[in-house]
Structures are given as structure tokens and as C-alpha cells.
């Protein structure tokens, strides 16, 4: 039988890595995107030799348009049945000092990308029968009422990112639920925290005063166990499930106002 394939974004490294890494220990073929040539090339072969997937070098730069599109014709053309948007980089700095081409890129790759890559899948998976979309956010998602300084990164855009993916996962979720044909295609949006990859040494931070931090391949792990599980956000840290659904319940509390025609009393 033929080995299903998955593409994975942001391959050369990190949580990237990890992801081809196990999808090719329990069976899949892969194309592994990314920038770095040199390092998808070893990785290509190296999971050739141990685990005889065919692996397929996708070089593109998601941070332009040439490449977030050319990555779109990409994932078109393939057979699918599994695909992880996971490139990113962090870019922090107070909004204010944001070089704007930085802001473009970090919107290039953790916004149009996504969106292009996904609306690129999903169709051919629909026709299928079957099929998966990982994208990996950030537990920065949630956190736009916590303070910057000490604690977290000056985050405005990377944060408000991760939060389009969030709330674009929900919703593509939801609308798949309703089409025919889909009812085995699945998308999840995994909420990492604090990963143990060369993420944080790129953004220049000194690690060793950093608390503990999670393995990618414990991310993996959880992210691929949600998705078989069916849930569509994924937060790998979190022991109570119950505490992602308050979030939710707390977001529909809050839209349900918009059915209110009147003024609410604190602002007359």
C-alpha cells in the first residue's frame, strides 16, 4: 500500500523537524519545506535511510508572496493527507520599534501562508475523503490582556497572528462540520508555550534563565494524539480540557451581545 503524504512547513528545525521526524517513523512520505537547503537536504536523507520514506526538498521563503503562492501550487498538486503549517519566527520588539518589513513577514508567513496553504488542501482532501491540517500557533494567542516585560516578549504582531490562527482554525472547523464529504477532514491548531528549540536563541535571549521548557517532540506527540481525538485546539501544556472550553465559553457569552439592539447602561 502506498505510504500517505504530508507536508510539513518549517521542516529545517524545531518543532518543524520534529513533526517529519515522527510522521516518517510511522509511516508517511513527506515534503519538507523550508529555507535552508542544506539542512532539509540532511534531514531528507536521513529519515530516507531509517525509516525508507520518500522525501521530497521543497525550498521556498514564506515570508514573500512569490513563495507563500508558490507553496500554495504545491500543496495543490499533492495527494495530501496530512499538512502542518508550522513556519514561523518570533520578530519580538515593542510595536513601535517593529522594522515594517519585519511585520510584513511575520504576516506572510504566520497569516497568508496558512490561509493560501490551507484553502490550497483542503479541497483535494474533501474529494478523498479524508485528510488533516495541523497549524501551529502559540499559547501568545490568548495572551493580549497579559502585560509585556519581565515575563513575556514584546509580541503585538507575532501574538495577533497566532490569534487569527486560532480563531481561523475554529471557524474552518466549523464550516467543514457542515459540508458534505468532509466529515473526515480534520483541523486542529496546536497552542504550544514554551518550546526547547533554537526559537528563542534566534530572538537573542539568554535560555539559561528561562524556566523549564517542553520538548518539541512532546508538542508532536500531543498535537498528533489531539487530532486523532478530533480536537481542534490543542494546547499541550494544559492538564484540565475544561479550562480551553471556559475560554470559549467566555468568547460566545461576549459575541451573544450582538443580538442586543440596545446600548449597554455603562456607556449612556
Not at 535511510?49 to 525550498?59: I, K
Not at 514564506?62 to 493527507?81: H, K, N, S
Not at 503585538?156 to 472547523?173: D, E, N, P, T, W
Not at 526559537?199 to 498535537?223: C, I, L, N, Y
Request: hydrophobic share 50%.
Amino acid at each position: 500500500m502506498a505510504r500517505p503524504l504530508a507536508l510539513v512547513t518549517g521542516a529545517s528545525a524545531g518543532i518543524g523537524q520534529a513533526f517529519a521526524e515522527r510522521l516518517a517513523r510511522d509511516g508517511h512520505d513527506l515534503i519538507i519545506v523550508a529555507r535552508r537547503r542544506d539542512r532539509l537536504e540532511t534531514l531528507a536523507r536521513r529519515l530516507g535511510e531509517e525509516h525508507h520514506a520518500d522525501v521530497q526538498v521543497y525550498v521556498a521563503d514564506l515570508a514573500t508572496p512569490a513563495g507563500v503562492d508558490a507553496l500554495a501550487e504545491r500543496v495543490a498538486a499533492a495527494p495530501l493527507a496530512l499538512l502542518v503549517n508550522n513556519a514561523g519566527f518570533g520578530g519580538y520588539r515593542p510595536f513601535i520599534e517593529l522594522d515594517p518589513a519585519v511585520a510584513d513577514g511575520l504576516l506572510s508567513i504566520h497569516v497568508r501562508a496558512v490561509v493560501q496553504a490551507t484553502r490550497a488542501a483542503l479541497p483535494g482532501m474533501v474529494e478523498r475523503g479524508g485528510g488533516g491540517i495541523i497549524n501551529v500557533a502559540s499559547l501568545l494567542s490568548l495572551s493580549g490582556t497579559a502585560p509585556s516585560g519581565q515575563f513575556l516578549p514584546f509580541r503585538a504582531v507575532y501574538a495577533a497572528s497566532k490569534a487569527f490562527l486560532l480563531a481561523f482554525s475554529q471557524i474552518v472547523a466549523g464550516e467543514l462540520a457542515l459540508t458534505p464529504g468532509a466529515e473526515n477532514v480534520r483541523v486542529q491548531v496546536c497552542l504550544p508555550g514554551i518550546v526547547k528549540t533554537e526559537f528563542h536563541e534566534v530572538q537573542g535571549w539568554d535560555t539559561s534563565k528561562m524556566p523549564p521548557r517542553m520538548s518539541a517532540e512532546d508538542v508532536v506527540q500531543a498535537s498528533l494524539s489531539a487530532l486523532a481525538k478530533g480536537e481542534v485546539v490543542c494546547a499541550p501544556a494544559v492538564e484540565d480540557a475544561a479550562a480551553i472550553e471556559k475560554v470559549g465559553e467566555a468568547q460566545r457569552a461576549v459575541l451573544g451581545s450582538a443580538r442586543m439592539p440596545t446600548l449597554a447602561d455603562r456607556y449612556r
